[in-house]
């Protein structure tokens, strides 16, 4: 059973750096038919996808257009686990952040399973 | 406002059965990307309940069942129970935003 338990802090000052990690049991963050990603929920922005890292032949990252210029997704294989920073924080990245794998079967591509949750407040 | 319009709540009474229905455009639905859908209850993660337009990944009863045609799909719940209250939501790829995007997601109450 794969399982993704999340980590980071739950308060974050504005203009400053969110950090979480997911680290992963029951699969392996180098697996071809898999890949990482960062989904955000909140009351104004509803479910957000935030990016993915992958490892198909090579590694490869996708983010969303919102917050291109501020997300870097990194993996660490030797620990088996992957984290999202997002620089220049605002009260509007107030949300819980979730980690969630994206499963290829067959010719679908969809979110199997999710962390558990981290809320993280933008507040000073 | 979310990519994908889910009516913000639904009703029926035990044994009913409800729809809700998930309106796109021709950039994600439209254009033939795959809808999945998400249960969620309260203070806990989104969990799949029906992926690649109609697939039911095990341990989810037959009672729900999942279409798509043109630019929108829906969600039927049979044999409506109190447990199936919670929030749910559908997902697709949107090729203009080159993104996964979600519903708003609609909360389903049983009388």
């Known amino acids: 059973q794969v399982q993704l338990q999340q980590s980071g802090p739950g308060l974050v000052k504005p203009s400053q750096t969110l950090s979480l990690t997911c680290a992963i049991s029951?699969?392996?963050?180098?697996?071809?038919?898999?890949?990482w990603n960062w989904i955000r929920q909140s009351p104004s922005r509803g479910l957000e996808w935030l990016g993915r890292?992958?490892?198909?032949?090579?590694?490869?990252?996708d983010y969303a257009m919102s917050v291109k210029s501020r997300i870097t997704i990194n993996r660490d294989t030797s620990k088996n686990q992957f984290s999202l920073q997002l620089n220049s924080v605002t009260p509007e990245d107030t949300a819980v952040y979730y980690c969630v794998r994206g499963l290829y079967s067959s010719s679908y591509y969809y979110f199997d399973f999710w962390g558990q949750g981290t809320p993280v407040t933008v507040s000073s | 406002q979310s990519v994908l319009t889910q009516p913000p709540s639904v009703s029926g009474a035990p044994g009913q059965r409800v729809t809700i229905s998930c309106t796109g455009s021709s950039s994600n639905i439209g254009a033939r990307f795959d809808v999945h859908w998400y249960r969620q209850l309260p203070g806990v993660a989104p969990k799949v309940l029906i992926y690649g337009n109609n697939n039911r990944p095990s341990g989810v009863p037959d009672r729900f069942s999942a279409s798509k045609s043109g630019t929108s799909a829906s969600l039927a719940i049979t044999g409506l129970q109190a447990e199936d209250e919670a929030d749910y939501y559908c997902q697709s790829y949107d090729s203009s935003l080159t993104a996964w995007v979600f519903g708003g997601g609609t909360k389903l109450t049983v009388l």
């Open positions: 890292t992958e490892y198909r032949s090579k590694w490869s990252n």
């Open positions: 029951g699969d392996s963050v180098s697996r071809n038919s898999a890949a």
